[in-house]
């Protein structure tokens, strides 16, 4: 009997809802979603009890912010379903949809932070998350030039910028900006500040570190497109400048994906595509999403 119910198991079903089969017969590590790398005391508690009484007393981190419980006996699925939903927990997912939206904790906690991370990453959950698409598709946001979140290695990565000008009468000529500037895009010259943009990489180091405000500063968002990190490695590129508004960041990230989706083929991850049809169809389409075209 045991071996006939096996047998009619909807695996693609399963591993769907975040379901994915063991080596051991009969077990499923079951992925939870997680939405920048947050969740509730709340929730670990709830999980801690499903991983103690339904699994075998562990959990899994993930190399994407991820959770997942291992060796759910199938018989135990929809028991453990019922008991996650009590504590606030959803399944995750798995096979050719979105996956989890990860992000650092960005300007709220981190000193070096540009943006809200976690509410980008929640809209970004709430706009994406589940997406029916021909292959998987991930999203990373990372705060600042110092990328913790590895951005480039997703097929869609945000990191948080900030354009930065000069108020020259806030300025107390005490040059800690251009000692902060590792891009040595700044230079005092000892009644002024020099910024060379060619040379800047909107990092927002050197009106971090001023003691005065000197400097105005806009925050936004460098998007890269066709990251990849797996059996190949590619780093996603920055197509186009700096996004100011998330108004423009959605009918970017819209028009990539939705590119993705029209023309790629089953299976096919979104750099093999880009590869394949060639960038310029690609760059002429967020171009006019980015234009508001």
């Not at 197509?239 to 994906?257: N, Q, S, W």
Request: glycine share 10%; aromatic share 8%; charged share 30%.
């Amino acid at each position: 009997m045991e071996d006939t119910t096996m047998a009619n198991i909807d695996y693609a079903a399963l591993k769907k809802g975040g379901f994915m089969r063991q080596k051991q017969k009969g077990y499923f590590s079951l992925r939870l979603q997680t939405v920048g790398g947050n969740l509730t005391a709340e929730n670990i508690k709830t999980v801690a009890e499903v991983a103690e009484k339904y699994g075998k007393g562990y959990i899994h981190m993930t190399s994407r912010q991820g959770i997942e419980i291992p060796f759910i006996n199938f018989k135990d699925i929809e028991e453990v379903r019922s008991k996650l939903a009590d504590g606030g927990v959803n399944p995750g997912v798995c096979g050719p949809r979105v996956r989890t939206i990860t992000a650092c904790q960005g300007r709220e906690i981190c000193p070096s932070g540009c943006i809200d991370t976690y509410e980008l990453a929640k809209k970004l959950d709430e706009h994406y998350f589940g997406r029916e698409l021909p292959h998987k598709f991930k999203f990373g946001v990372t705060g600042c030039q110092n990328n913790c979140l590895k951005a480039e290695e997703n097929d869609i990565g945000i990191k948080g910028g900030m354009e930065v000008n000069w108020v020259s009468d806030k300025c107390i000529n005490c040059g800690v900006c251009e000692k902060a500037c590792r891009e040595q895009a700044i230079t005092f010259t000892g009644s002024e500040i020099i910024l060379d943009k060619s040379k800047c990489n909107n990092c927002g180091r050197c009106a971090k570190a001023c003691p005065t405000d000197a400097w105005d500063t806009e925050s936004g968002f460098i998007v890269s497109f066709g990251g990849l990190f797996g059996n190949r490695i590619y780093k996603g590129e920055q197509l186009l400048p700096m996004i100011k508004d998330e108004e423009t960041l959605f009918r970017v990230t819209d028009a990539a994906i939705g590119f993705f989706e029209e023309n790629a083929n089953p299976g096919e991850r979104f750099r093999l595509l880009l590869q394949r049809v060639g960038e310029d169809e690609f760059r002429k389409r967020i171009q006019a999403a980015y234009e508001g075209k």
